[in-house]
């Protein structure tokens, strides 16, 4: 049976789907609130556990709970923990959790009786990062699962799919450039795309802006009234108004005066608040951050050569709501909400690719021996023969005697075939030209001049060389001891006159 395992990782949360026989995506179910449970782990002795009972048991300072796992790989990468008698590095927290869930869908979704060393091999396993995941952090997941044994593994491309998302659920389908506003864990996300291409262009984080300020700031006075009611009590405030986000969001749409009821934090445990609805509208007087959103949007697409007229979509139940496109819509009219279909339209995108290639592998994760026989046949195209036309001239250079000679005749007529091997008189006639060009060139009387002119050769006075000159003046007396200095030339020139 084929089938391939979606596995989406953020910096807080991770999350499973799978698919059997390219049929629908099913999101596994994790037994808590959501699918996507907290990237937290508690560990006994004898078991792994992930979600947010770590974060209760790290809430309670105790040191068998783990969370902040990218932060904790990075700072305290060579701390460890003990399981099943064993000592293991913090960094197999993640691997160990999601071999928990692999295991949960083998068993209980496809029923199947086999070890899990034997699935990882050919197991399709695709990882969604978030855009809160830095890129050294993704190769480290990628490098740790590689070497657990899972050879079938891939980065999916969420970017792409997002892009093929929106043309398929009809929210956007024009080319140029566009900006998605993403809200995660409360922070907001800006990323811009220029359509049809589907990478990114930039990234702009804004911390603490990803929600409506109204449902944080009622969150964050959830957590104020109910510690104030509970003398004592001990709360990571920003993890717990995390928790309360999606409460707050309720109590705003009930858009009741007085706020009364129980609020459930991440411990499990149940406490009682009593709150204004106007605290909230005051408290929101007193901020301006919200400003602070439209200038960093305003300078990324500045940056990009891109002005206010940019399409901005609103992705996620956090910054697709009213108030996100009303504050925008003053500096930035063409604000849109993605809606929830893209979501689902995303995961089909993806698990399709997954069905068409068969759950196979798509490209190697980590570099690996495998690769450099890749590489190696780009190199030999340069072996083979130049051109088909030419086979007569391969077999040619294993004859020693004739291969200077057929090369320069290669196509001898069928008629007469010693007739061009005969002629070939034209290298006897070459070197003759050789000696009469080497006799032609003056140089060589220059040379025989000029040893004549050396000392030893001014002791002889009479000339030796030049003696059968027809001159008749030769009987005049030359007088030797009076001009002995001058050179053999000068007594020349007076034999003459």
């Known amino acids: 049976m084929k089938f391939g395992v979606l596995v989406r990782i953020t910096r807080k949360s991770i999350g499973f789907w799978y698919q059997m026989d390219g049929s629908h995506a099913v999101a596994l179910d994790s037994g808590e609130a959501s699918h996507e449970v907290p990237l937290c782990f508690y560990v006994t002795r004898t078991e792994l556990t992930m979600g947010s009972l770590g974060r209760e048991h790290a809430q309670r300072n105790d040191p068998n709970a783990f969370v902040d796992y990218f932060d904790l790989v990075g700072r305290e990468a060579t701390k460890l923990f003990h399981l099943h008698g064993e000592e293991r590095s913090v960094k197999q927290l993640l691997v160990l959790g999601i071999e928990q869930q692999l295991m949960r869908i083998l068993r209980s979704e496809l029923y199947s009786d086999e070890p899990i060393e034997a699935v990882r091999p050919d197991l399709c396993l695709r990882l969604w990062f978030g855009p809160d995941v830095l890129e050294k952090e993704r190769m480290l997941v990628e490098k740790l699962l590689t070497e657990a044994g899972y050879s079938n593994l891939a980065r999916t491309n969420a970017d792409a799919a997002w892009v093929e998302s929106l043309r398929v659920a009809g929210v ?56 104030e009611g509970n003398r004592g009590i001990s709360l990571d405030r920003r993890s717990e108004v995390e928790q309360l986000l999606p409460l707050a969001a309720d109590l705003l749409d009930a858009g009741k005066p007085l706020l009364r009821g129980d609020a459930l934090l991440s411990s499990g445990k149940a406490y009682y608040y009593n709150i204004r609805l106007r605290d909230v509208e005051e408290r929101m007087a007193m901020r301006s951050d919200f400003q602070k959103v439209v200038v960093a949007i305003d300078d990324l697409l500045r940056s990009q050569g891109a002005d206010t007229n940019t399409i901005l979509l609103l992705d996620g139940e956090r910054t697709d709501t009213p108030f996100f496109k009303e504050r925008l819509q003053y500096k930035f009219p063409n604000v849109k ?54 086979k007569p001239a391969l077999p040619a250079p294993p004859q020693s005697g004739r291969s200077s000679v057929i090369p320069s005749t290669p196509p001898p007529p069928p008629g007469s075939p010693p007739a061009p091997v005969l002629p070939p008189v034209k290298p006897p006639s070459s070197p003759p030209l050789q000696p009469a060009r080497a006799a032609v060139p003056p140089p060589p009387p220059q040379r025989v001049v000029k040893p004549a002119q050396p000392p030893p050769v001014r002791a002889v006075p009479p000339p030796v060389t030049k003696p059968a000159s027809p001159t008749p003046s030769a009987p005049k007396p030359p007088p030797p001891p009076v001009k002995p200095p001058p050179p053999p030339s000068a007594n020349k020139t007076s034999a003459k006159k």
């Not at 009622?218 to 510690?227: N, T």
């Not at 893209?342 to 798509?362: C, H, I, S, T, W």
């Not at 570099?367 to 340069?382: A, Y």
């Open 172 to 227: 956007h389908s024009a080319t140029g450039p566009l900006l998605q506003v993403q809200g995660l864990h409360g922070d907001l996300h800006l990323r811009f795309y220029r359509l049809p291409e589907t990478a990114v262009l930039a990234v702009k984080l804004l911390e603490d802006m990803g929600t409506d300020p109204r449902v944080r700031i009622l969150a964050e006075l959830l957590v104020e009234d109910i510690c």
């Open 337 to 390: 909400g993605c809606g929830a279909r893209v979501p689902d339209e995303q995961l089909k995108v993806m698990f399709g690719r997954m069905a068409a290639n068969g759950y196979a592998a798509e490209l190697p994760v980590a570099l690996s021996s495998n690769q450099s026989n890749v590489v190696r046949p780009k190199t030999q195209p340069v072996v083979p023969p130049p051109s088909p036309g030419k």
